[in-house]
């Protein structure tokens, strides 16, 4: 398969780290996946370093959609993946759906928009594949037919276990203490990620587990107001902000517990990293999380967006190691089962092989009937 990947995504975040995975996938199961990305990005210089051959473009969608229509024009592709929005407005300007199948990549929770040029883009595509049930609810409510959608879940790269050496030696790294608890939220600095009531149920906790703290992995236009309401909670220095982290499998050996009370979530890559990493998690149940998270058997489900649940939540898998254990292992086992970025790859080349033999097909019967 010569699939190509095109994601204009100015920053790395959980869609671009999908489509590495993706294509690093399919280059390791001998295919010859091509990306079209924006100059100078993480996904553009981690996708060219795994061997990926990058189209780097410089003037956004319409440089994007002229590169695209050299490459279908030129057959030297099967299909056309677009990952994000911008990256598909650019695939139909293109009219690549007009040479090769083109699959639309659908990961956020809002339905589509109304407009007819907007929703033209989607139809023009052979298939919608959307990153949980819960997004793809959002597209059918948009009008589109049902087997124009499908669900391919997100997936992530199962680490080996960690010593318990190594979780000391990632610990020491952040300058956390060994006698700390150590909670770990990893999210985008936004209103919607809920960060505002984890500070709430963290400073209640802070009153039953003094030694307890705080990291937040991630960026974004909420920081300085959430670190001024840290200080407000009077839980300052017990909350680490610790900015964009790339290599985030340096953070999760350094933690106890994952806690995610994102509002309406389409899935959540931050959620499935920490379960892979075998960390208890707490979330809340909104959005495609309870797709992921089943309330007592691999995590605990908070059901509103409340300071005091998430705060009980959180208190009861401290106080009751064995029961976080478990859960953890339980949470690992349901990534390697469901959602590791081998179940990802393989449903997408799936998919990919059979839109390009229905276009084989009915290219040879045109040609037959011609």
């Not at 099967?78 to 990549?105: C, I, K, Q, R, Y």
């Not at 994952?258 to 809340?284: I, K, R």
């Not at 967006?305 to 292992?329: C, H, K, M």
């Amino acid at each position: 398969m010569r699939p190509l990947v095109v994601d204009l995504g100015r920053e790395y975040r959980g869609g671009q780290h999908q489509a590495l995975l993706l294509l690093k996938g399919l280059l390791s199961r001998g295919h010859a996946p091509e990306l079209i990305a924006i100059c100078d990005t993480q996904l553009a210089q981690r996708a060219r370093e795994a061997g990926v051959s990058v189209h780097a473009v410089e003037g956004g969608r319409f440089a994007a959609a002229w590169r695209i229509r050299q490459l279908v024009r030129g057959r030297r592709v099967d299909v056309v993946h677009a990952n994000e929005p911008h990256a598909l407005t650019s695939a139909w300007a293109a009219g690549a759906h007009h040479f090769v199948p083109m699959v639309a990549a659908r990961r956020i929770a809002l339905p589509l928009a109304s407009n007819p040029l907007a929703l033209a883009r989607y139809r023009a595509a052979a298939r919608i594949v959307a990153v949980s049930d819960f997004v793809r609810q959002s597209v059918l409510s948009s009008g589109l037919a049902s087997p124009h959608v499908q669900v391919i879940y997100d997936g992530v790269e199962v680490p080996r276990s960690r010593t318990e050496a190594e979780c000391r030696t990632a610990r020491e790294q952040l300058a956390v203490l060994p006698e700390a608890i150590c909670l770990l939220n990893l999210a985008a600095l936004v209103p919607e990620k809920g960060h505002q009531l984890l500070l709430q149920a963290f400073a209640q906790i802070r009153e039953q587990f003094p030694t307890c703290l705080l990291l937040l992995a991630g960026e974004g236009p909420e920081r300085a107001r959430l670190q001024e309401l840290a200080r407000a909670q009077g839980i300052g220095d017990s909350v680490r902000f610790l900015g964009f982290v790339l290599e985030t499998e340096r953070v999760f050996p350094a933690a106890d517990l994952f806690v995610f009370p994102s509002h309406e979530e389409p899935l959540g890559s931050a959620l499935l990293l920490a379960m892979a990493h075998g960390l208890p998690v707490v979330a809340v149940a909104r959005g495609g999380i309870p797709e992921v998270v089943e309330d007592g058997k691999n995590g605990l489900l908070v059901k509103d967006l409340d300071a005091g649940g998430l705060t009980a939540a959180i208190a009861r898998l401290l106080s009751n190691p064995d029961e976080a254990g478990r859960l953890a292992q339980a949470a690992r086992e349901t990534i390697v089962g469901k959602f590791s970025a081998d179940h990802m790859v393989n449903a997408t080349l799936q998919l990919y092989e059979q839109l390009a033999g229905q276009q084989r097909r009915s290219t040879a019967e045109n040609r037959a009937g011609g």
